[in-house]
């Protein structure tokens, strides 16, 4: 059954943006994003901007590692109104500029992060250091986390609640942690597998919707 047509003056109050893959285009055959927005993408959300509409940023991305796209669209060129944003896949809520987190939803991500573990025990960790970059149990692929990487421990990164637990098996595929996430359930979070061996551990019944 088709829908109905839209009035011709129909304009939409909010324009949530993914960035990765949507405002940015991927660098073929990895995980990354060209850090450019292209002329007819910066027209675009100019155009939505202009007729009223409310421009949020939703992303897995953590907030210090969307900030650089808000500049590049010039979202908070009227400095009167900080913009909102979703981040962290809807762990985060935050405001810019300046950053400043005004929501956050944490959890306990220690059994979920053991169960992978013992899967994939060469699998790389990372969760977000508030305005840094990532505390990691090794470094990542170059490119794939924004901000400075802190070796950490990997009981002292679960340690305690986190808003997003990221692991990431270079080793693997994305077809391998489907499976895995099956298998093991991973009670107590929700998740989501990347581009390749990359998942994302979340609170359960939290994504960029719920935040939006």
Known sequence: MSKPPLPEDWLPR?????IDGTLLKWVEGSGQSYEQVAPAVYEAVRAALAAGTHV??????????????????DLHRDRSDRLWGVASNGAVIYRYPPLDVVHEETFDASDAVRAVLEQHPDALVAVEERGVGYRVNRPFPTGELSGQMIETKVEEIIGEPVSRVIIRDPNSSAEDFIALGRRLGLHGTD???GWTAWLDLSPVGVSTATAL
């Open 191 to 193: 998740y989501v597998v």
């Open 14 to 18: 909010v324009l949530a943006l993914d």
């Open 56 to 73: 949020v940023l939703a992303s897995g991305r953590s907030p210090h590692g969307m900030t650089k796209i808000a500049d590049l669209l």
